[in-house]
Nanobody, 128 residues
Framework: QVQLVESGGGLVQAGATLRLSCAASGRTFSSYGMGWFRQAPGKERDFVAGISWSGPTLYYADSVKGRFTISRDNAKNTVYLQMNSLKPEDTAVYYC?????????????????????WGQGAQVTVSS
């Protein structure tokens, strides 16, 4: 069993920067592929970014490409989402998720059903 705890959310103005963290329990964090998803009010949960278990392969939704950066520190059992140039449309609850399979490719990482564990979410609100 893996527990994921997000932190770092908050209320910021448009153009600001935030960094979300997701701390994972367990000793096998380095073997998990990780993803960030978000759910805006009244909308479905959408893929934001993913990082492979080995770290070098990154995936981004078009809406955040060039502004957000996903990274991981396996020594700290933590995955990060650096969010720059935030926009009001980035307002959402952000979730991190972990997967134990070894599939690859954008389609795989963007698919919510492939993830085995989810955090409780962190609210990010961007005012205009």
């Amino acid at each position: 069993q893996v527990q994921l705890v997000e932190s770092g959310g908050g209320l910021v103005q448009a153009g600001a920067t935030l960094r979300l963290s997701c701390a994972a329990s367990g000793r096998t964090f380095s073997s998990y592929g990780m993803g960030w998803f978000r759910q805006a009010p009244g909308k479905e949960r959408d893929f934001v970014a993913g990082i492979s278990w080995s770290g070098p392969t990154l995936y981004y939704a078009d809406s955040v490409k060039g502004r957000f950066t996903i990274s991981r520190d396996n020594a700290k059992n933590t995955v990060y989402l650096q969010m720059n140039s935030l926009k009001p449309e980035d307002t959402a609850v952000y979730y991190c998720a972990a997967r134990v399979d070894r599939c690859s490719g954008y389609g795989c990482y963007a698919s919510q059903v492939k993830y085995n564990y989810w955090g409780q979410g962190a609210q990010v609100t961007v005012s205009s």
